[in-house]
């Protein structure tokens, strides 16, 4: 069972702990779980601060048991030493503030970046806007969708999220393009590197020299960037992922990083009520929900590459094995565990919905249309009988060009927090 106490009771978590996380703005409850003991049917405790930014998901008691509680996402516990460890969460959220803080001073990192010019390229005359034209193009033609969004954008801010796109592309194609099977951990070393030339003004070519431009312009902090690079070296070495703490993480990397370095470029309506971070947080939020989706979507394609990007421990309670997956047999425990991952991706959908609707009104269209046609792939998997294994799922053209009007009308709404604060 699990009770909710309203302060730290445990000797290992002082009423000090809890005061630093609730003033840093984290949502804090804590649990006194009592957990089986596999070895010797005994019941244990022990203590877990849940989810930083989310609420606990309710499961239904037994006959004569009292409602529990389990974390959804990822949980602060502490060990019996009384050391806190600290979960993904928890990291990427201390980035989240770091990017949110950076936005309302309106400030650039340190150190801070020096303008590209043309002679220190040895770039041709509007050498800038061939680069910039050049990332849009790359944008159209593997992201058409989001590119068509892009387009209500005004110039400087249209222009930035294609270099950024880009930029992440060919982060991406470093572990899975053409070349993947030749990238090291030291070629993973050269390209942050150079990140970091791109950051001081140093751009290597055009299409870096776009990037390095717009972060001259706009409060975008290196981080996120290096953070992404991290998820293409976890992938060298990763296969596996023990729980969905550990998934949180790879996510976050890959994926929630797109969010933060976007929230600067997007804007924030300047009639939402809602405060930076919580925006940050439901990009952030977007992004992790897309990354599932992924993944989910993707489950016989890595199976075969080897991969399991699903959370080991989940997979284990729920009766299935790494050879069921390679086996990729749809079977009862293989959709009931579907439907819990599903529903999790869901829920990480709604948090970035209440977001979108705070960005600046010509930035949300693209947002929302990703937003809503990501979400459809999860209705897709579901439509072909949570057989991930040898069919894929994919939402067909009639459906993105339906979603495209509804996007649209979406992102005219006034912003939730102003709606909430007028209700």
């Known amino acids: 069972m699990a009770i909710t106490l309203l302060r730290a009771a445990s000797p290992g978590l002082s009423d000090a702990v809890v005061r630093d996380a609730a003033a840093a703005g984290h949502h804090v409850s804590l649990h006194c779980s009592y957990l089986p003991n596999n070895s010797n049917k005994r ?24 409602a529990r509680t389990s974390p959804v996402y990822s949980s602060l ?27 309302k001073r309106q400030l650039r990192p340190q150190p801070q970046v020096i303008p590209v010019t043309s002679k220190e390229l040895e770039l041709p005359r509007n050498g800038l806007k061939q680069a910039y034209d ?12 989001f590119y ?4 209500l954008m005004t110039e400087e801010r249209r222009r930035a999220i294609w270099a950024i796109y880009v930029w992440c592309r060919r982060t991406d194609e470093l572990v899975d393009g053409p070349n993947a099977s030749h990238i090291t951990p030291s070629a993973l ?21 776009a990037l390095s431009d717009t972060i001259s312009k706009f409060p975008i902090d290196i981080q996120p960037f290096r953070d992404m690079i991290e998820g293409m070296r976890s992938d060298l070495r990763k296969t596996r992922y023990k729980n969905f703490d550990e998934l949180y993480m790879y996510c976050y990397y890959v994926a ?30 977007l992004g992790i929900a897309n990354q599932l989706t992924n993944i989910l979507r993707d489950v016989g394609e890595d199976a075969r590459r080897g991969r399991i990007y699903l959370p080991q421990d989940e997979l284990a309670e ?17 959709r009931k565990f579907m439907k819990g991952q599903i529903k999790r991706a869901r829920m990480f959908f709604e948090e970035a919905e209440r977001g979108v609707t705070e960005l600046s009104q010509a930035s ?6 990703s937003l809503l046609l990501y979400r459809q792939i999860l209705d897709e998997i579901e439509a072909n009988d949570y057989n991930n294994f040898t069919k894929r799922a994919y939402v067909g053209k009639t459906k993105k060009l339906l979603a495209l009007p509804v996007a649209y009308g979406k992102s005219l709404l006034m912003p939730c927090s102003l709606r909430n604060t007028q209700n």
Do not use: H
């Open 148 to 151: 068509l969004g892009t387009m």
């Open 256 to 285: 929630g990083t797109v969010g933060l370095m976007s929230v600067p470029v997007m804007g924030i309506a300047p009639e939402s009520k809602a405060t930076t971070e919580s925006v940050y947080s439901a990009a952030l939020a």
């Open 77 to 103: 516990t502490v060990s019996p030493a009384g050391e806190a460890i600290i979960t993904s969460e928890q990291k990427v959220y201390d980035v989240v503030l770091k990017q949110a803080a950076l936005l």
């Open 134 to 145: 050049r990332c849009g193009e790359i944008c159209e033609e593997y992201a058409k969708t």
């Open 43 to 66: 019941k244990s405790k022990r203590w877990i601060l849940c989810s930083l930014k989310y609420a606990c998901l309710g499961v239904d008691p037994g006959p004569g048991e009292i």
């Open 364 to 369: 949300r269209w693209p947002v929302w249309a």
């Open 189 to 209: 070393d050269r390209w942050e590197k150079r990140l970091d030339d791109l950051f001081t003004g140093r751009p290597y070519d055009m299409l870096d020299a």
């Open 318 to 334: 729920a009766g299935l094995t790494d050879e069921d997956i390679f086996n990729g047999v749809v079977t009862n425990k293989w």
